[in-house]
């Protein structure tokens, strides 16, 4: 929790949204990542961005995911597993990094 202007504020967020092509998006994690990014996939069909502090996962940004991997975010996000990151960068698709993630809670 922050406490700001007298009152106290969650650090954790989800953002959820649709693009003009129908294409759903999703953010979760801290409210303001620090860190390195890690992005994963080139948009074809799908993209994901980790944020990394200290070997712990901090944020998940996914675009175009299915219901079950939108589900996972939020589980992610509230464990903040250590993820290996060289790992994780060598994950040749976003299905492949998000199970990374998922064996690492």
């Known amino acids: 929790m922050l406490k700001m202007f007298n009152q106290a504020l969650s650090t954790k967020s989800e953002v959820v949204s649709e693009t003009a092509d129908g294409a759903w998006w999703s953010r979760i994690g801290d409210l303001m990542p620090v860190g390195e ?35 996972l975010l939020p589980t992610l996000a509230r464990s903040q597993p250590s993820i290996d990151k060289v790992k994780l960068q060598s994950a040749a698709s976003v299905e492949e990094a998000l199970e990374i993630a998922r064996a690492a809670l």
């Open 37 to 71: 990014t890690i992005q994963i996939g080139n948009f074809d069909p799908k993209i994901a961005t980790f944020w990394l502090d200290s070997g712990k996962l901090k944020g998940v940004l996914l675009e175009s995911g299915s219901p079950e991997e939108f589900k």
